[in-house]
């Protein structure tokens, strides 16, 4: 049977999750077909119908997805569920919101942030924030799984060219409704998909210096910003910011720890970055031991004048 991703999209295109997400279902085995669900959501589909590996984009096209509503989203992908063997989501927000509710539907487990496919019904998982690897297997007839973007490469964007195939879209649930939306506006990198990241931790002392001292290292490299809990907590960054655990999970090209002591919690979130640069006076911080390059020193001396060398 064959595997069907759910792709993440604003209607018009695709958003970098879907990718990973594909190459996760080409080692499940099988075809991979990919369900757009949205409204005026014809450039999602085509750019899905381009991926290397998809053989099949099903269009599901109304005004009662134009928000992506869970409910809805969730009764688009039962109505279909039946043809597949696996059904596969990005574990982002909008993922670990529907794929709950399909597993629910369909009366089977989840298998949740899928690092790694070792047979078509046997999964790794990090469990004890990473510090353990769980190796889980489904009995289901269908596997509902999301899947840690940061554990597969990217699909390629182009190379494919896969039927789009339009379907019957479901009517509304009426279990919910889009009241609004406040969304951030950035000229930085979003932070999932930023090649670089600099980081900043409660020891830069309060938001003045936090921006003071990292947004001018940012703008050298062209990095997102981000902040550990504790950072974000004490109010130095705001919550979108905040890396770990519990908050996002980055692997960044680079990812620049500055005054980050390395909490559990934020390792988990951080620490598949490609190179790791730690940047505190604290010879012990735990996180010096998943950093490929450390520099023991005051960080409001280092960054200044890392910052006048590049």
């Given at each position: 049977?064959?595997?069907?991703?759910?792709?993440e999209?604003?209607?018009?295109?695709?958003?970098?999750?879907?990718?990973?997400?594909?190459?996760?279902a080409?080692?499940?085995?099988?075809?991979?077909?990919?369900?757009?669900?949205g409204?005026?959501?014809?450039g999602?589909?085509?750019?899905?119908?381009?991926?290397?590996?998809?053989?099949?984009?099903?269009?599901?096209?109304?005004?009662?997805?134009a928000?992506?509503?869970?409910?809805?989203v969730?009764?688009?992908?039962?109505?279909?569920?039946?043809?597949?063997?696996?059904?596969?989501f990005p574990?982002?927000?909008?993922?670990?919101?529907v794929?709950?509710?399909?597993?629910?539907?369909?009366d089977?487990?989840?298998?949740?942030?899928?690092?790694?496919?070792?047979?078509?019904?046997?999964?790794?998982?990090?469990?004890?924030?990473g510090?353990?690897i769980a190796?889980?297997q489904?009995l289901?007839?269908?596997t509902?799984?999301?899947?840690?973007?940061?554990?597969?490469?990217?699909?390629?964007?182009?190379?494919?060219?896969?039927?789009?195939?339009?379907?019957?879209?479901?009517?509304?649930?009426?279990?919910?409704?889009?009241?609004?939306?406040e969304?951030?506006?950035?000229?930085?990198?979003e932070l999932?998909?930023?090649?670089?990241?600099?980081?900043?931790?409660?020891?830069?002392?309060?938001?003045d210096?936090?921006?003071?001292?990292?947004?001018?290292?940012?703008?050298?490299?062209?990095?997102?910003?981000?902040?550990?809990?504790?950072?974000?907590?004490a109010?130095?960054?705001?919550?979108?910011?905040?890396?770990g655990?519990?908050?996002?999970?980055?692997?960044?090209?680079?990812?620049?720890?500055?005054?980050?002591?390395?909490?559990?919690?934020?390792?988990?979130?951080?620490?598949?970055?490609?190179?790791?640069?730690?940047?505190?006076?604290?010879?012990?911080?735990?996180?010096?031991s998943?950093?490929?390059?450390?520099?023991?020193?005051?960080?409001f001396?280092?960054?200044?004048e890392l910052?006048?060398?590049?």
């Open positions: 049977m064959a595997a069907l991703v759910i792709a999209h604003d209607h018009g295109t695709l958003k970098g999750a879907t990718f990973n997400t594909v190459t996760a080409l080692q499940c085995g099988g075809e991979v077909h990919v369900l757009i669900a409204a005026n959501a014809g999602a589909a085509q750019a899905a119908a381009q991926i290397a590996g998809v053989a099949k984009v099903l269009l599901a096209d109304s005004p009662v997805l928000e992506q509503l869970a409910e809805n969730a009764a688009q992908v039962v109505a279909v569920a039946g043809a597949y063997s696996h059904l596969l574990a982002t927000a909008h993922g670990k919101n794929a709950p509710r399909v597993a629910a539907l369909l089977v487990a989840q298998i949740s942030d899928a690092t790694k496919v070792v047979t078509p019904d046997t999964f790794e998982r990090p469990i004890y924030a510090n353990a190796t889980v489904s289901d007839a269908t509902v799984l999301t899947v840690r973007t940061t554990g597969f490469d990217a699909a390629a964007a182009s190379g494919g060219n896969a039927p789009v195939e339009t379907l019957a879209a479901v009517a509304d649930s009426g279990l919910s409704a889009f009241l609004g939306s969304i951030a506006k950035s000229d930085r990198p999932t998909a930023a090649k670089i990241i600099v980081s900043g931790g409660r020891a830069l002392g309060s938001s210096k936090f921006n003071a001292v990292l947004t001018p290292l940012a703008d050298k490299l062209g990095a997102a910003l981000g902040a550990s809990r504790a950072a974000v907590d109010g130095y960054a705001p919550n979108d910011w905040q890396v655990q519990t908050g996002k999970i980055v692997a960044p090209q680079l990812y620049v720890a500055v005054g980050i002591s390395g909490a559990i919690q934020h390792l988990a979130g951080m620490k598949d970055s490609k190179v790791i640069v730690a940047i505190n006076k604290d010879p012990e911080a735990p996180i010096f998943v950093a490929d390059y450390g520099l023991e020193a005051d960080l001396t280092a960054v200044p910052i006048e060398k590049l």
